[in-house]
Each structure stands twice: as C-alpha cells, then as structure tokens.
C-alpha cells in the first residue's frame, strides 16, 4: 500500500506558516507589540467636551520635530536666574530626584535593574527611567505654568513616608505646591497640586498637565523595543492603545490614565479622577541608539476655583512585572501584550501561572522552559494521540476510498459525498479528528509567541550560550552592512533559532519519508520544506527563550511520534474497524445536518436543471 502525506498535517503546517507570516509583518510595520484591541479607538483627534473658560491648551512639543522634546522649557527655566537645587526621595526600589526649577521630576532610577549595555559589561549602574529626557508641569490657562516658576523644598518623614514639599510664589499674587509622597517598597508616588489665591484672569481658568518624555533605551535589540514602546489610555472602563507607527495622535475625553510604555518598563499618570480632555502624541525617533520614541500628552485636570485647586495624582515607574501590575487597578497589568481574546486568556490565565510556580522553586529559567513544554506537549499528547490514530483509520480505508473515487468519478459529486460520509460512519471514523491538535495547539502557539518577549522575568537570565532569554542569542555576529541580508536576517546569526530550524526541517522530511508523497498535491511538499528557511529569518532577532521552546517542543513531537508509531497497528486498526462495520449504527446529529444539507443542495440542482431545460 502506497502511503501518502496526511493533508491535517499539511493544513496545519501552512496555517503555522501563515501565522508566522502574520506575525512577522505585523512587527515589522512597527504596529505595537500587543494588538490594538478590536474595538480600539481609531487614531483621529476627535472633538470632545472643552470645559468652561477655555483657553488655548499647550503644545504637545513633538509636532514638529521629536528631538526638540530633551529641550522644553529648559532654556525658560534656566533664565530664572537662581541656582537649580535638587531634592531627593528613595526606598529600596528607586530614588527620585526633583528640581527647583519647575518642581518637577528629572532623574529616577530602578536599583534591581540595569540596561543591557551595564549587564554586558558587567556593571552595577542601575537602569535609569529619567535622566532630563522629559517634561512635567501645570499650565494655568494659556500663560501661566510651573515650568517657569523657582521652588523652594522641604523633605519630611511622615508615618514612614517621604515626602517633599515644594512651594512657589505665583506670578501676580498667590503661591503653587507640589506635594510628592514616596513609600516604602513601592515604584509609585503621590503628586498633589495645591494652589492657592491665584490672581487675575487665572483664577479660574483651566488647568492642564503636560507630560513629554523621550523613552530612553534599554534593552539588546533597539528594533524589538521600538515596537513595543508605545502610548497605553484607560478610558470608558478599557484599555486602548495608540498605534506604534512613526507619528501618532489622539484626543480623547474622560480618560483616567495615560500610560508611556516600553518593552519592559513604564510610566503611568494616574488622575483620582478623571482627565476630561487628554491629547496624546507619539513620534519614532530615528538614527538614535539612545531612545527610541518621543511621547507628549496634554491632559486637562479641571479648572481653578476662585484660584484655587487641589489636583491628586500618582505617577508609576517600574517594571512591567505582571506580579506588580495586577495588584493596580483599571488594568495596569494590561500594559504587558499577552495578546488579545483567547491568546491573553491564555497568557496570563495559563503561561504566567505555571511560570511564576515553577520559578518559586529558584531554577534556571532555561530549566524552567525545557519543563514547560515538556508539560504543554504531556497536557496535548492525548489530543495528538487521537489525531494519529485518526490518521491511521483513514490511512487503512485507502482502497476502499480509491474504489469509491473510481466509483463515483463520472457521477453526481453529491452521491461521492454521501457514500464517502456511509463509509465513514459505518467505519467510526471522523474525518475532522485529525483537526483537533491543531486547534487546540494553535492558542498556545500564539500565547507562547507573546509572552516570551514580554516577560521581564527572562530579561537579562541566562543560558547556555544565550546571554538574555528574552533578546536574541548571537554566536556570530559583524559589523558591515550587507543589503538585503543586513535588513531581512540581521548582522548576527541566533543558534537557537538555526537548532530550531533545523528540528523542523527534520521532522518535515522525516514524515515526507515514512508516509510517502502526496501525489494530488505535491507542491505543497516544498512549501513544507520552505517553512524552516523561512522560519531563520522571522525568529533570527526574537527572543532566544521562544527559539528554545520550539525547539525542545519539536523534540518532544519527535519522541511522541516515534512512541506512538510503535503502538499503533494498521492489520488491528484495519480489523476493529470492520468490525464496527458490522454493528448497528446511530447517525449523529453533525451526520444529519450534513445529510439534510446534501439533499437540499441536490434538490437545488434539479430545480435548476429542470429551469434550464425549460429555458432551451
């Protein structure tokens, strides 16, 4: 008996290659790292609610050029004419620092963490969010604004808090506060805006925030965090995102955050209530190994009340830890892209649980990989057991199937299709089995794909020859330009993605060998040996740790194939299944519907022969 290739397999072979696909452009057209969820406001300015005495809301300051950001306001500052001082907070996560110009936040730095070029190098620098890269102030109307003004501060301890208390004398009579309280063993601060006896034509005007920051680099690959930096908003009781193209803007009403997110990192304004107006903009940054994307964001915060105000607010920067996002509400976690639907269900339901369990007992996360899909492929071996045994059953009713096909070739294909689904029935055999592993695989596939690059977890672990689970691995590497490759494949070459490659290629031709070519379909035979050459140039630059999982999952597949090739027996197959033949069979519900489909569509095709005859 000749064999031939399984089309299930075929099928799901092209729809991982097609995925892959997906996935690739996907990235490589800078949309964000997680999908814009359906639903996502489009990215248009749309006209919102502007509160009582408007005034002209401040710029932006990335319209025109994203480099002019480093250098807002600075010059106004300076012409002050007093010496900047800078006060202090820390615990034993971050330490702040604050200037007297403007009253607003200029350094913050993360102590557990370190950029990749500190952890190469061997370095104890910590990973520094703000290094006088941004912007933080209030514009009271059009004129007025704390960026301009000198503040004089005090550092108190309060209830085992530090707080810093910061006051200037507004122009024109009155005085402006920020109040800035740190706690212990939290990457989160209390902002407060108190003012007080405001003078003039600002005494009730309305107050805006502006927020500008350029996202300074951190990790190995500057490509993979340029297309996970992006603008995040939680509005109407949602998260939705800016797209991460080279120049975005939107302008939304009713918004309770805004969050500046890169790959690992983040920065998040909090209001206590709820900013009526926010417009957002975003802007690549190019030639620059130093940042990545320009952010600003003009945020209305009320209006002043007989020139006074009292605006809480909270600022985090930190990690984008999935263990300490969770813990904040209106979804903060929600920065991290696990993906959408099913795939962030997954994600964070499935992967992360068993990920945070295993690492509880401090292993090597290479380890903790090998024993993930070890377990994932133990959890699918009954549905790929199933799938084989499918395989098997259809592979034994070959001749009865060519006998039906020379049968039928020259008839009604509605009669083939009815006497095809009599042999299947009478045989036990379901034609769509062989589907289900690649159903059931494919979400897992996916969440597999999202979380690797997005857990910081990974971030700078390493193993083997890979020195960061969650960035490529490289074991060589150059420094010249070589069109087409340079741009395709990268300047390095990953060897967990050549392994990776290399075990699916094997297990393509392996099953080409024990089951024979597909004579209806033989091109499809070089588009499954295709996938693997393809696969090096779409993972080369992706995290090593999801090179390694696919690597040791195809292992895995290999073992599971040979274990149940061996236990398997087509004469006993081919034996049960005349048996069943034999005994009394209940149609199913999927075979009546399919019947009474059949019919209608037969008795269609007579009405219209018979309208066509009538027709002549």
Known sequence: MEKKTDRNQIYGFVLIGLILVFFSWYNTTLNPAVEAKPGSDAD???????????????????ESE?????????TAAAALGQEEQRYVLDNNLMRLEFSSKGGMPVYAELFQY????????????????????????????????????????????????????????????????????????????????????????VANAPVYLRW??????????????????????????????????????????????????????????KSDGLFTNAVMESAEIDNDDNYTKAFGSVLTAGNMQNGNLNLPLNMYLGPNKYEILREYPHDYDKVIDFGWGIFGWIGRGVVVKIFNWLDNYHINYGIIILIMALMIKIVLFPFMFSSY???????????????????????????????????YQKAGVNPLAGCLPQLVQLPILIAMFR????????????????????????????DKYVPLLSDFYGNHISLFTLLMAASTFAYTMLNNQLQGSNQQFPQLKYIMYLMPVMLLFWFNSYASGLSYYYFIANITTFAQQFGIRGFLDDKAILAKIQENKKKPKKKSRFSKL???QMDKQKEQANVNRRIRRGNQ
């Open 212 to 269: 500008n920051q350029l996202a300074m680099r951190h990790e190995k690959s500057l490509k993979a965090e340029n297309m996970a930096t992006q603008i995040y908003y939680y509005r109407e009781n949602d998260y939705h995102t800016l797209s991460a193209g080279s120049s975005s803007k939107k302008e939304k009403d009713q918004v309770k955050w805004v969050g500046y997110k890169q790959q690992f990192f983040s920065a998040i304004l």
């Open 594 to 596: 399919l019947e009474e």
């Open 389 to 423: 045994k499918s395989m098997a059953k259809m592979r034994v009713l070959k001749p009865e199937m060519d006998e039906l096909n020379e049968k039928f070739k020259d008839k009604d294909p509605m009669q083939k299709q009815q006497a095809v689904m009599q042999l």
């Open 66 to 74: 994203a480099t002019e950001l480093a250098a807002i306001d600075t």
């Open 451 to 478: 979380f690797f690059p997005a857990s910081i977890e990974l971030r700078q672990k390493a193993f083997l020859w890979a020195d960061d689970l969650s960035s490529f691995d490289v074991i060589v590497s150059w």
């Open 114 to 201: 370190k950029t990749y070029q500190d952890y190469a190098s061997g370095d104890s620098i910590p990973l520094k969010l703000i290094e006088e890269n941004g912007h933080f102030s209030a514009y009271f109307g059009e004129d007025m604004t704390t960026a301009k003004m000198n503040f004089d501060g005090v550092v108190t301890t309060e209830s085992g808090n530090q707080v810093l208390r910061m006051t200037a004398a507004a122009p024109g009579g009155g005085s402006v506060q920020w109040v800035y309280t740190l706690y212990p063993d939290k990457y989160d601060f209390d902002i407060q805006l108190l003012v007080q006896d405001l003078q003039g034509e």
């Open 44 to 62: 248009t300015v749309e006209a919102t609610s502007t509160p009582a005495n408007t005034a002209t809301a401040p710029s932006t300051a990335i």
